[in-house]
């Protein structure tokens, strides 16, 4: 079945520094990517997603680049600012497809530290 | 235009009761998904409706679990004689229809369930 892996599962970095969390995805037809972030004890809010027909898309501080040969994904925070602490899980899938279904990682805790 | 709404965001029920979880998708979303997240873990698909459709229960438990999405009203997730294990945080999703953009899942609040 459809299955979407999501390193690493935990990052810690200095204020300022960069993030970076990679996804690789197993049903080829995917085509929509979505990045959350979950906060504590709270729901999974949309901060970026990627079509299959672009190959990066930034807003501000937050990036996302897709490598559709490989399969791939990733999302780069910039100058990260200790309330980007959260969990974040990338996403994948087959828009218009038989079903439709948004698979999700295993999400990356990230700890930014002031 | 209110968010996915949820309720209720807490519940607490005996061993063996059922739980009857409810979720609202935001006004013009005819896709609802219901996924499971069990403390510091992911969220895990449970299952994909339409309205008055199951497109996919791959997730669901075969037994003790059943969704559904009425013409009207909102969509139920139901969990029979619940178990301790059934103890989690239950988040819906709603997205728009296919065909014309709108690809983007909103989540509700959640419910969290307690098996006590």
């Known amino acids: 079945g459809e299955n979407v892996e999501q390193h690493p599962s935990t990052l810690s970095v200095q204020e300022g520094d960069s993030a970076v969390i990679k996804c690789t995805y197993s049903d080829s037809a995917s085509n929509y990517f979505p990045w959350y972030k979950q906060e504590l004890g709270k729901r999974p809010q949309l901060i970026i997603d990627?079509?299959?027909?672009?190959g990066e898309k930034k807003d501000q501080r937050i990036a996302v680049t897709l490598n559709k040969t490989a399969k791939h994904f990733s999302l780069h925070i910039t100058e990260t600012q200790p309330e980007d602490s959260a969990v974040y899980f990338c996403a994948a899938r087959n828009y218009g497809g038989a079903t439709n279904k948004l698979i999700f990682g295993t999400g990356t805790l990230l700890a930014v530290q002031p | 235009n209110a968010g996915v709404m949820q309720n209720p965001r807490h519940l607490v029920r005996r061993r063996g009761q059922e739980a009857r979880l409810r979720c609202s998708p935001m006004k013009g979303h005819s896709h609802v998904y219901w996924y499971r997240q069990l403390p510091e873990e992911g969220l895990k698909f449970m299952v994909y409706l339409q309205k008055e459709n199951i497109i996919d229960e791959s997730g669901m438990p075969k037994e003790r679990f059943s969704a559904e999405f009425p013409k009207e009203g909102p969509s139920i997730l139901r969990i029979q004689q619940v178990v301790r294990g059934d103890s989690a945080a239950y988040f819906c999703?709603?997205?728009?229809?296919?065909?014309?953009?709108?690809?983007?899942?909103?989540f509700g609040q959640g419910t969290r369930l307690t098996v006590v």
């Open positions: 999703a709603s997205s728009r229809t296919t065909g014309g953009g709108g690809t983007e899942a909103f």
């Open positions: 990627i079509r299959s027909n672009v």
